[in-house]
């Protein structure tokens, strides 16, 4: 049973590996020969009933998934102001450039006469954002809204975080600004609307009561998973101690509550005559009261998706507690592999899935052969290290570091989370229910506990330990080893395995710490950060960067979310030479993040001392002027750095950036990095005797990045005629306010036969250089077949 269990849920999990949806009659026709063999060969029946489940298991997901992929936003209607109306599907949270955001659930759509349309296969769910209202709140919880909406999309890049897959998980089939608010109360109210009027009341209730403690964001987190309070200072201690768990409503805050309920039952049930209920009736009864408690709870946390996650597993391992140990630990854990996929079949694209079943698998490892439990302390250190070394090649795999620090925050933070803030939390919430008078003291005695919390994890934080950056390959060896360590008994076989571990230790650092992968060919890589620039030229071990992409402190850095988790799938560890453009925000982003993660040989910019006064911080070598940079050769490569001779007295930044112009001795290929300059630059470049770009001097291909990424203020005629590339790149927003790259751009470089892409719409783009030309790779090329492939007619 547990097996086909199990290959249920490997079915569901191995459709999210097909680069397209299967059709639903091919399953069903591969199901009869399955059947057949099911019912007639007797020595194949194991396995065609194991097939079949994950057969099932395929076709479940891809219904739910071609469901949800039917539900697309026209193209005619991207980018209108159109008019919906529905009601808030969660608690509308403050968010960046003064915005307040939120989910909307529509339950109509309306013509300009304000004529109902058919909804049809238009999205049911949309995240939304009203710029300039942060502080505001909107006027009820049944809306009408005018809003410009625009198709889920986001970042495309080998690794790193993709927004279009975290959308298409929840459900959001179209993202959009708010440009008009009205109170709707004609809009009929369902169940689930009920429900998010409910929770909202709810939020809005304790914000009134608690909203004047000095741990209030915390306090909320925890109480009823409402993170909206949460400030960038927030996040990123709880980040750097590995610690975001503790305020993400999960198997640790249901199971302390279901530990709770349960011990109430117990007691209540010994006040009842002796007998009754019969001993078997009470286990059914404690496990109501536990299920009743931890169902209640989830829906105050909003029943997301980690909560029902959890909450699923928090039954069946009650089930397993009333079965009397007579059903194995494995057994409950494919039961709730297979109940949390048959409830939720997107949820294996959710980290959160494979963090959890990691953990908890490895506990189960751990703990469930051991014939005497050990003592609480060292139980707990055991289940720590457990876990921090078992999840390891997982979040190696996810591109991802475990910070060291976190195993030590976690020692201390789980305990007294568990233990002491919860406990109190839950305690102190029902007492000023009861007795409003004593929310001063409540409050008083919630600050104390979360400040002794918060100051730990702050020092912690501060330590600045690294994280474990081992290749996928050590972190699971090392898992493996540990773990062996942690589950064999015998002491002299553990020694062996600790020796063994040191000599896996010892043999990956004997390699050159800081060495590069080395690359054949010329590789140059033009990253997805949206409206900014980040482009990678490598070649041999040498890697050169252009520019970081955009960042906004405390909100969102290219360099964290794009920049360093693609150079950890690539293998590089060390950044040659580093030039900055310009120091505007799109294109010097989250520099600080970048020299803490990897050691720089060399920055150059168009603008040394204004990068150095970066709001962001700096932290890196001393920047060298572009003016004064000589040329030199990079593994080959010939690179040069210009800018105009009248840079010093321009009045627009854009025209200080640094130009690069890369070129191979044989001249197949030259390479144009020209920051953001303008057309008065362009000129002057044209004209300028070095570096040579006139037609003259042509290589066999010629590949421009598009100044300014495309805005009609550059790419001039000239330019583009004296050029005349044959590969341009934009890097730019879809559908970004600017509206780069201009039409008459595009239009200019058609005209000379230019080979054109945009970022917006291939993703992050690959090209090789070598003898036999060019070799261009998008990456929306190789999307799944939930994210848009490349788009051609932009």
Known sequence: MSGNLAAFACGVILLYTFPMLPPLPWLIAAAFPLVWAALHVQRLARLAVLLLSVLAGVAWASWHASDRLQRVLPASLEGQVVSVSGYLCNIPAHGSFNSLRFNFCITHWHRGDNSLVNAGELPRTVRLAWYGNGDKRLPGHRLRLDVVLKKPHGAMNPAGFRYETWLFRKGFRATGTVRDVAEAPAVFCTAHCQYAAWRLKLADSLASVMGEAEHYPLLASLLMGHRGAMTAEHWAVLKATGTIHLVAISGLHLGLVAIGAGFLARRLITFLPAGYPAPQRQRYLVLGVVAIACLLYALAAGFTVPTRRALIMVLVAGWIWLKGRQVSAWHGLALALFLVVLTDPFAPLDQGFWL???????????????????????????????????????????????????????????????????????????????????????????????????????????????????????????????????????????????????????????????????????????????????????????????????????????????????????????????????????????????FAAYPVGEVISGEPERLQALDGGYGGPVPTACKSSPPRTIAGVRVQFWQGDDADQADNSNDLSCVVIAMDPGRRFQVILPGDITAAVERAMIAAPSPSVSQTSDPTTRIVMAPHHGSNTSSTISWVEALAPDWVIYSAGYRHRFGHPHPAVVDRYHAVGSRQLNTAYSGAVRLVLDDTGVRVGQQRATAPFWIRGPITDW
């Open 356 to 594: 959890s079943f990691g953990a908890v698998s490895v506990l189960v490892l751990v703990f469930a052969g051991r014939l005497a439990p050990p003592r609480w302390l060292a139980a707990l250190a055991l289940a720590q290290a457990a876990v921090f070394v078992g999840l390891w090649p997982i979040l190696s795999v996810l591109g991802q570091g475990q910070p060291y620090s976190g195993l030590l925050a976690n020692l201390f933070a789980i305990p007294w989370v568990s233990f002491v803030v919860m406990p109190l939390l839950m305690a102190g919430t029902a007492l000023v229910w009861c007795v409003p008078g004593s929310r001063d003291a409540v409050l008083l005695v919630f600050d104390g506990a979360l400040e002794v919390l918060w100051r730990v994890l702050n020092w912690l934080a501060s330590l600045a330990l690294p994280d474990s950056g081992a290749d996928v390959g050590l972190a699971a060896a090392m898992a493996l080893v540990v773990l062996l360590v942690l589950m064999v008994p015998a002491p002299r076989l553990r020694m062996v395995l600790l020796f063994a571990g040191a000599l896996l230790l010892g043999a990956s650092s004997i390699r050159e710490p800081l060495a590069n992968p080395w690359v054949e060919q010329v590789e140059m890589r033009v990253w997805d950060v949206g409206q900014g620039l980040s482009v990678l030229i490598r070649h041999h071990d040498q890697v050169l960067l252009y520019d970081t992409g955009p960042a906004v402190p405390g909100v969102f850095s290219s360099v964290e979310s794009v920049l360093i988790p693609n150079f950890r799938r690539l293998g590089i560890r060390r950044i040659d030479t580093l030039v900055i453009s310009h120091a505007d925000s799109d294109h010097a982003g989250g520099l600080s993040a970048l």
